[in-house]
């Protein structure tokens, strides 16, 4: 007798603990390589957890608030305590980007996303610019929908680049998960670290770069 098929819902419910096992991985690493994270596509780049920290198991949750949630004695309690990252708030910094977000481990979406605001460096000081000059009603309406228009697209395109920028995290992380390294390097460093015991950075490095090298290079 064959095993009744599975169903998509049923599908989602069993890898929700992937999502949560990418922000566990994430804080690690972030904690390990000081914030300083890497991707092929994206090189270096500044990744740590500010704001909000949720972690859960079943009912009951620890919610964590301030500028390094991640680092608070609560935050490994929990963790001990069987408890997993839920969600977590962070803050991006790549290229002349800086922004935050918060990203859902059980969806692996990101929510909250407040962009950098546009610089425009032939704005003229306050105490210097010129007095308003009044204009016709449809130029003033077209220039306001034209700013509009454009500040909206550029929220759009950082959107995409954050989006794969966290993909690229994603894959890297999958290529570790999947891998020996994961129970052979990456279990025994968060136990330790959950733990507060030292971790060797430089060996844990190593043992994850070549998995996730030679991944890329397929």
């Not at 390589?33 to 198991?57: I, P």
């Not at 059980?106 to 610089?119: C, D, M, N, S, Y």
């Not at 999958?174 to 136990?191: D, G, T």
Request: hydrophobic share 40%; glycine share 6%; net charge neutral.
């Amino acid at each position: 007798m064959s095993a009744a098929p599975i169903n998509m819902a049923d599908r989602i419910e069993l890898r929700r603990f992937v999502g949560r096992e990418l922000l566990l991985w994430l804080w690690l690493e972030i904690e390990l390589f000081e914030a300083t994270l890497s991707t092929e596509e994206h090189g270096q780049f500044g990744l740590w957890l500010e704001g909000r920290l949720v972690l859960d198991e079943g009912k009951e949750s620890t919610i964590i608030k301030g500028s390094a949630p991640g680092s608070h004695r609560e935050a490994k309690e929990a963790l001990l305590r069987g408890k997993t990252p839920e969600r977590a708030g962070l803050h991006l910094s790549f290229g002349d980007h800086e922004c935050t977000l918060t990203l859902r481990g059980e969806t692996l979406a990101f929510a909250g996303l407040v962009p950098p605001r546009k610089k425009q460096e032939d704005e003229a000081p306050p105490a210097l610019a010129a007095p308003p000059v009044r204009r016709k009603k449809k130029r003033e309406d077209a220039a306001t929908s034209d700013l509009a228009h454009e500040s909206f697209y550029d929220r759009m395109h950082f959107a995409r680049d954050v989006e794969a920028l966290t993909t690229a995290l994603y894959r890297d992380f999958l290529a570790v998960r999947l891998s020996p390294v994961w129970e052979s390097h990456v279990v025994p460093a968060l136990e330790a670290w959950v733990e507060g015991r030292d971790v060797d950075a430089d060996r844990y490095r190593a043992a994850r770069d070549k998995v996730v090298v030679k991944k890329r290079r397929r």
